[in-house]
């Protein structure tokens, strides 16, 4: 008899449970998550590099970049915003470097650091 009670009221628990597996949603998570995306604007960045390499970004509108040094093209594939920051995804590649684009300052000079924490500064063209 306490077996049946047990039994039973297992079953009247389960059929007043919710479902635990459902997410809940809230808006003010997903307004947060839009607020740490960077809206990158398509473009091209060009910089030095510190043995003397010009080196140059173009983010098309598109999506798609080409990363240019001393004029020949070394590498193209696919870009995006993220939460971990301006990502690139190389052609036949299967990982992100992502980098942090600040802001222009004063000057007109944006910095961006990679992922190895190495940060140049860039100018930018629209």
């Known amino acids: 008899m306490k077996k049946l009670i047990a039994v039973a009221a ?3 628990l389960a059929a007043c449970g919710g479902d635990a597996d459902e997410p809940v949603e809230d808006a003010s998570l997903d307004q947060a998550a839009a607020d740490v995306i960077p809206e990158t ?3 091209t960045y060009s910089s030095t590099t510190p043995d003397g390499a010009e080196v140059s ?3 098309n509108d598109d999506g798609t970049y080409a ?3 001393d ?3 070394v590498e193209a594939g696919s870009w995006e915003d993220n939460v971990r920051g ?3 995804t190389a052609e036949g590649g299967d990982t992100q470097d992502c980098w942090n684009i600040e802001p222009a ?3 007109g000079m944006m910095n961006i650091t990679g992922t190895d924490g ?3 500064s860039y100018t930018f063209e629209g």
């Open 10 to 12: 297992l079953a009247a």
């Open 41 to 43: 604007s398509p473009g």
């Open 57 to 59: 970004v173009m983010l």
């Open 67 to 69: 990363v240019m040094q």
């Open 71 to 73: 004029g020949e093209q």
């Open 86 to 88: 301006t990502c690139l």
């Open 105 to 107: 300052g004063e000057d």
């Open 118 to 120: 190495q940060t140049l």
